[in-house]
């Protein structure tokens, strides 16, 4: 089977990691190829592999799949033994309602703090939507600690967790205080090995897409 997948520069490109961080944590074994963005030449190596422009993008055997949330449903058919929803189908259906928020919601956090690994203590306007968006993540995360063992947001890892990841590292970065009940799950995600790995690719990076560099 030809797996490759197509990602962007780690220090920026979230999306690329959610799909990078779910295979690795998977073991699901890959090619990886990655794109600078924000050059004269990335529309069209990127048009190489996907008419769409964007990474992350799977190549799975003759399939190409771009966007994040379809790569994930994608690889939970082909490997269902990894198991990438949660079994129990009330779970399940919890899992995929909040990567669905994920993947289509958050605006305001987007816009106003990028993802940016190699920084830190940047700090940005905390705006009411801001806000609105941080608060919204924390009670999902804090809902899942209550409901679900294992330090995982639904016990095990999940493609949930992958949606989320980028977000951990977004907090990090710009110095948001993540509430008691929510930090044990953060932690989780920082201890990762698949995450240590992805940050220490990302730290050795020199590109600097200057609309992503916010914060003072």
Not at 24 to 31: N, Q, S
Not at 124 to 139: E, N, P, Q, S
Not at 142 to 151: A, F, K, P
Not at 182 to 209: D, F, G, H, N, P
């Amino acid at each position: 089977m030809v797996t490759k997948l197509v990602i962007g520069n780690k220090n920026y490109s979230s999306w690329s990691l959610r799909a990078w961080l779910l295979m690795r944590e998977a073991g699901i074994d890959f090619e990886e190829h990655k794109i600078l963005l924000d050059l004269p030449g990335t529309a069209a190596a990127i048009a190489r592999f996907s008419s769409a422009g964007r990474v992350p993008v799977l190549i799975l055997d003759k399939a190409t799949v771009w966007d994040t949330l379809a790569i994930s449903e994608t690889l939970a058919e082909r490997f269902p033994q990894k198991n990438l929803w949660p079994l129990d189908p009330t779970a399940r259906a919890h899992a995929r309602s909040i990567s669905a928020e994920m993947h289509s919601g958050f605006a305001v956090l987007r816009s106003q703090m990028p993802m940016n690994c190699r920084a830190s203590g940047r700090k940005v306007t905390m705006t009411d939507g801001l806000k609105a968006d941080i608060d919204r993540i924390f009670a999902i995360w804090s809902d899942c600690g209550r409901r679900y063992e294992g330090g995982w947001l639904f016990g095990n890892f999940s493609i949930a967790d992958a949606m989320y990841a980028p977000i951990v590292l977004r907090l990090r970065t710009y110095g948001i205080e993540v509430p008691e009940a929510a930090r044990a799950y953060a932690r989780r995600l920082l201890e990762s090995a698949a995450l240590m790995k992805w940050l220490a690719a990302a730290a050795s990076e020199t590109e600097v897409i200057e609309a992503d560099e916010k914060g003072l």
